[in-house]
């Protein structure tokens, strides 16, 4: 009998669309789902100017206790992309474990990847999936998911 992979879904959401994406993933690899939530509120207009400032000057907040990645074989990254790159709570993450083998995404509401520095704090991805926020209201961003998991399994 061949072993199942353990996979873990990790992700940081600050308007739900990452957080949508996570949970479509999750259910259809049979993953387990971790939250990243931070200890600083990035909710709101203020929280906008917050999060705009952490990514630009690369900063790495304090999170909550989440599922440790060490216990799983693959480990699947989801993020909002913010100035600078990554999100500040998902380079928390990246800075503070190891991992065995990743696969990263995100959503965006613009141009440009987080998927470089991302690599830098971990590993070299399996593979990536880009989703505009455009495509998370009209649910284009299905296929892409497909394509995305058949590269991973």
């Known amino acids: 009998m061949v072993k199942q992979k353990k996979i873990l879904v990790v992700f940081y959401s600050r308007t739900g669309n990452t957080k ?6 999750s259910k259809q690899l049979g993953a387990e789902l971790s939250e990243i939530t931070p200890l600083t509120n990035y909710h709101g207009g203020v929280g906008f100017l917050k999060a705009f400032l952490s990514g630009m000057f690369h900063r790495s907040p304090k999170i909550k206790h989440y599922k440790m990645p060490t216990n799983y074989d693959l480990v699947i990254i989801g993020t909002p992309k913010w100035p ?14 190891k991992f065995r083998r990743v696969a990263f995404f995100c959503t965006k509401g613009g141009l440009g990847s987080p998927f470089k520095p991302m690599e830098k704090l971990s590993n070299k991805p399996l593979a990536t999936l880009d989703i505009d926020a455009k495509e998370t209201s009209d649910n284009s961003y299905k296929q892409k998911i497909v ?3 058949n590269k991973i399994k």
């Open 147 to 149: 394509d995305f998991l």
């Open 20 to 25: 949508k994406v996570a949970r479509i993933i």
């Open 84 to 97: 600078g790159g990554v999100s500040s709570p998902i380079r928390t993450f990246l800075k503070n474990e």
